[in-house]
C-alpha cells in the first residue's frame, strides 16, 4: 500500500509539473505574439505617418526612426525600402552600413511575398533568416500606401536572440530549453542544455501573421527539482514505520485528495484568469483608439492623449493648445440632404484635417459636427495662429458629395494651457465656450477662450432654458418698422421684428436669442408664431385705415427646409381670411443658395398662393443674377452696408444706383434698409428707389403706436419737412 500510495503521488505531481510546464509555455507563446504585435503595429504606424506624408524629409524619418528604437530597444535596425526592394535609408546606420542599398526581394519567394503585401497593404513577415548584419533574426515589412499608391516599405529588423530574451525576460530563461519551429522545421534554439526529459516538453502554435510557428520548451533538471515535492518520500516511510496506525494513514489520504482537490480549482481559477485576459485583451483591440465613421483617433483616445501631453508640458514649462472645430450649418445639410451626405461629408472633411497630423499635432472626431485638434509643444501664440491658418485652409477647396459641390466652412474655439485650464476637461470646456462666442460672431471665425467668457455661457445656458418656456407664456411680441413709398410719401408697408418680453431681463432684441433658437430647433416654431402673429394684426386692421398695409416677416433656412411651411402659411392666412398679397416673406441671399432645387419648389408655392417674396441683405451674399431670373421674386432690399455711406463713398453710391437699375429692369422694386440721415433719403429718392426703411423714418414700434403714427401722419410730416426735392 505504501509503494502503490508513494507511485500515486509521483505520476500526480508528475502531471502536476507537466501541467505547469503548459501553462509556461503557454504563457511564453502568449508574450511572443502580444510583443511581435506590439511592434508590429509600431512599425505600421510608422508607414501609415509616411503614407501620409510621402514629402517626409530623411532627417524627419531618422529621427522618428531614432525614437523608435529608444523607445522598443529591441529593434536591430529600421529600414525604408523604396518601391523597388532596395534599401534606402536605415537607422542606426553604424554596425549596418553594410545594408544599404541591399535588395531585400533576394530571392523569388521574398519578391512574391513583398509584391503580395504590397498590393494588398497588409505587412509581411520574413521568417527567420540570416541577417546580412549577422547573426538570426526577422524582418517585418510594412507597406507604405497599397496597390498603386504603395511607395515602399517601412521595415524592423529583430535579432533572434534579442527577441528571445525578452520574452524570457519574466520567466527565469536559465530553467528552459526553448525551441521555435516553423512547420516543424527547428528555426531556433535558446537556453541550449540537456533537458530532464525527452517526454516532458510541450508544443503550443504561436498566432502570428504569414507565419506557421511552433514554440516548444522543456523544462531544465533545476527546474523539474523546484516543482518535486518531498511528500511522497516522506508519505513512504511515515507508511512503512507506522502501517499499524490505520487511521493516520486514513487521515493522510484524506488530506492529500483534499489538496489534489485545491490543486484543480486553483487550476480552473488559473484558466479562469487567462481566459479573462485573453478577453480583456480582445476588447481593447475591439476598443481602439480610432473612431470607425472618420478614420481618425476618437474622444475617448483624444482625451487621454491630450491629458498626457498636458503632463509633459507641465514638467517641460510648455503650453498646449486645444481647437474645437464646428462645421457652420452642418445640421441644416444634414437634414435636408440626408444622413449619407453627411457622412460623406465628414469624410472628406476629416481626410482634410488628418493632413495636419505629425508628431506635434494629433487631430481626432468628436462626434456630430465636430473635431478636435490638439497642438503639443506650442512655443508662442504665433503657433497656434499659423495652425488656425493651415485649418481654414482645408476648407478653401468646395467638397464634392454626391455628386454636387458644396462650399463648407468652419468656426473654431481656442483654449490654451495653462492660462485656459489646467487640466484635459477645463481645457476642453473652454474651448467649447470660445467656440460659442466664435458661431455668435458670425461663423466661418475662430475665438480665443479669455476670462469672463464663462459667466456669458453661464448666462446664455439661462437664457436658453428661459426660451423652452417664451412660447408656452406667451412671452413674444412684434415690433413693426415702417417702409416709406418715396413715390407717395406714404407708409404703405412694415416689417414685423420679434422681440422677446423676459420676464426678468425685459425686453431682448432678436440678435440674443433667435442664435439659440436655431441651435435649439425651436426656430421653426418661433417662426410659425411669427407668421400666425403678423396674420392676427392683418385681421385686427381689416376694415381700418391700415387694412391696405403690407406686413413683411422672415424665414430662416430651416423654416424653409419645413415641408409643411406653405401649408401652415395658407392655414394662417384662411383662418384670420387675408389676403396672401397683404403679406411678404423676406429671406438673406445665402438661404437661397441652399439647395436650391428645393428652395424653388418651396418659394413658387408661396408665390403661386400670392404671397409676396422679398430678397434681404442684398448685395453681401451670393449675388447671382442667376437667382434673380429663376426664383419669383417681387422685391430686394439693399443691404444697410451700402446706404451708410452712400453719401461720403463713390462705390457705394454707384453700386446703390446698379442695384436699383437692374431691380427695376428685372420688374421688381427695391428697400434701402438703414436710412438715418435726410442726405441717403434725399439721394435715394433722386435715383428713383420705391421705398426707404430706418431709423430716419422710425425705429420698431408696437402696433398701437404703428396705427397712432400712421393715424396722425406722423412719419411723412417728419420726412417732408426738411425734405430736398
Known amino acids: 500500500m505504501a509503494a502503490g500510495l508513494r507511485y500515486g503521488l509521483v505520476q500526480q505531481y508528475t502531471g502536476q509539473i507537466q501541467s505547469n510546464l503548459e501553462g509556461q509555455a503557454k504563457s511564453m507563446a502568449h508574450s511572443l505574439e502580444w510583443e511581435f504585435m506590439v511592434h508590429a503595429d509600431a512599425i505600421r504606424r510608422m508607414a501609415n505617418r509616411l503614407a501620409a506624408d510621402p514629402q517626409t524629409p530623411e532627417r524627419n524619418w531618422r529621427e522618428d526612426a531614432r525614437n523608435y528604437l529608444e523607445d522598443f530597444r529591441i529593434y536591430q535596425a529600421i529600414e525604408w525600402i523604396d518601391a523597388d526592394f532596395i534599401i534606402r535609408w536605415l537607422e542606426p546606420l553604424t554596425t549596418n552600413e553594410n545594408v544599404l542599398g541591399y535588395n531585400a526581394a533576394l530571392d523569388k519567394q521574398r519578391r512574391t511575398a513583398l509584391e503580395a503585401a504590397k498590393n494588398s497593404g497588409n505587412y509581411d513577415v520574413s521568417g527567420v533568416v540570416d541577417l546580412r548584419q549577422g547573426g538570426k533574426g526577422l524582418v517585418i515589412y510594412a507597406p507604405v500606401g497599397a496597390g498603386s499608391d504603395n511607395i515602399g516599405f517601412v521595415a524592423g529588423v529583430f535579432r533572434m536572440d534579442t527577441l528571445a530574451r525578452q520574452i524570457m525576460a519574466v520567466h527565469e530563461p536559465t530553467m528552459f530549453r526553448i525551441e521555435i519551429r516553423n512547420k516543424d522545421n527547428l528555426v531556433y534554439t535558446l537556453s541550449d542544455f540537456e533537458a530532464a526529459s525527452d517526454l516532458m516538453s510541450y508544443t503550443v502554435p504561436v498566432n502570428l501573421p504569414t507565419l506557421d510557428w511552433q514554440l516548444t ?61 485573453k478577453t480583456i485583451q480582445q476588447d481593447l483591440v475591439r476598443l481602439e483608439s480610432t473612431d470607425v465613421l472618420t478614420g481618425l483617433a476618437n474622444r475617448r483616445f483624444f482625451m487621454e492623449d491630450l491629458a498626457h501631453a498636458l503632463n509633459v508640458a507641465d514638467r517641460q514649462v510648455r503650453q498646449v493648445a486645444l481647437v474645437m472645430l464646428d462645421l457652420d450649418r452642418f445640421q441644416m ?157 406714404e407708409v404703405t408697408s412694415v416689417e414685423a421684428l420679434i422681440r422677446w418680453q423676459h420676464p426678468r431681463r425685459g425686453l431682448l432684441p432678436p440678435g440674443e436669442f433667435i442664435p439659440l433658437a436655431e441651435e435649439s430647433g425651436r426656430i421653426t416654431d418661433i417662426g410659425h408664431w411669427v407668421v400666425m402673429a403678423a396674420c392676427r ?67 413658387s408655392r408661396l408665390h403661386d398662393l400670392g404671397v409676396h417674396l422679398a430678397i434681404d441683405d442684398f448685395g453681401v451674399g451670393y449675388s447671382s443674377l442667376a437667382y434673380l431670373r429663376d426664383f419669383p421674386v417681387d422685391l430686394l432690399k439693399i443691404d444697410r452696408s451700402f446706404i451708410t455711406e452712400v453719401t461720403e463713398r463713390h462705390d457705394d453710391a454707384v453700386i446703390t444706383r446698379a442695384v436699383i437699375n437692374l431691380a427695376h429692369n428685372l420688374g421688381l422694386r427695391v428697400v434701402a434698409e438703414g436710412v438715418e440721415t435726410k442726405a441717403q433719403l434725399n439721394f435715394l429718392k433722386n435715383h428713383h428707389c420705391d421705398l426707404a426703411q430706418g431709423y430716419l423714418i422710425s425705429r420698431p414700434i408696437p402696433a398701437a403706436e404703428l396705427e397712432r403714427a400712421l393715424t396722425s401722419g406722423a412719419f411723412e410730416k417728419a420726412i417732408t419737412a426738411d425734405l430736398e426735392l
Request: charged share 25%; with cysteine; proline share 3%.
Open 537 to 603: 394684426q392683418l385681421a385686427a386692421w381689416k376694415g381700418t385705415r391700415f387694412e391696405n398695409v403690407r406686413v413683411a416677416v422672415n424665414l430662416s433656412g430651416r423654416e424653409l427646409d419645413d415641408e409643411s411651411l406653405v401649408e401652415r402659411i395658407r392655414k394662417a392666412l384662411d383662418t384670420e381670411g387675408i389676403p396672401p398679397d397683404r403679406l411678404e416673406v423676406e429671406l438673406t441671399e445665402e438661404i437661397f443658395i441652399q439647395n436650391i432645387e428645393h428652395n424653388l419648389g418651396q418659394l
Open 333 to 489: 445639410l444634414n437634414d435636408s440632404l440626408g444622413h449619407q451626405f453627411g457622412d460623406e461629408l465628414l469624410v472628406q472633411v476629416a481626410g482634410r484635417l488628418d493632413k495636419l497630423s505629425d508628431e506635434r499635432i494629433i487631430v481626432a472626431y468628436s462626434g456630430g459636427d465636430e473635431f478636435m485638434i490638439c497642438q503639443q509643444r506650442v512655443e508662442d501664440i504665433d503657433d497656434v495662429i499659423y495652425l488656425l491658418g493651415r485649418i481654414k485652409q482645408c476648407f478653401e477647396a468646395p467638397f464634392v458629395v454626391q455628386n454636387e459641390v458644396h462650399s463648407v466652412t468652419a468656426t473654431l474655439g481656442v483654449a490654451v494651457y495653462p492660462q485656459s485650464g489646467l487640466d484635459a476637461d477645463t481645457l476642453l470646456r473652454n474651448a467649447d465656450i470660445a467656440l460659442y462666442q466664435a458661431k455668435e460672431q458670425g461663423r466661418n471665425t475662430y475665438q480665443f477662450y479669455t476670462e469672463g467668457m464663462q459667466e456669458r455661457e453661464v448666462m446664455r445656458l439661462e437664457l436658453e432654458k428661459d426660451l423652452s418656456q417664451a412660447l408656452a407664456g406667451d412671452e413674444f411680441v412684434l415690433h413693426y418698422q415702417p417702409q416709406l413709398n418715396l413715390f407717395s410719401g
Open 217 to 277: 520548451i522543456q523544462p531544465s533538471p533545476e527546474w523539474v527539482s523546484k516543482q518535486q515535492s518531498p511528500w511522497p518520500c516522506w508519505t513512504f516511510i511515515t507508511i512503512v514505520f507506522m502501517g499499524l496506525l490505520t487511521s493516520l494513514t486514513t487521515l493522510l489520504l484524506q488530506l492529500i485528495l483534499k489538496r489534489k482537490q485545491d490543486l484543480l480549482i486553483t487550476r480552473q481559477e488559473l484558466d479562469e484568469e487567462i481566459a479573462q485576459r
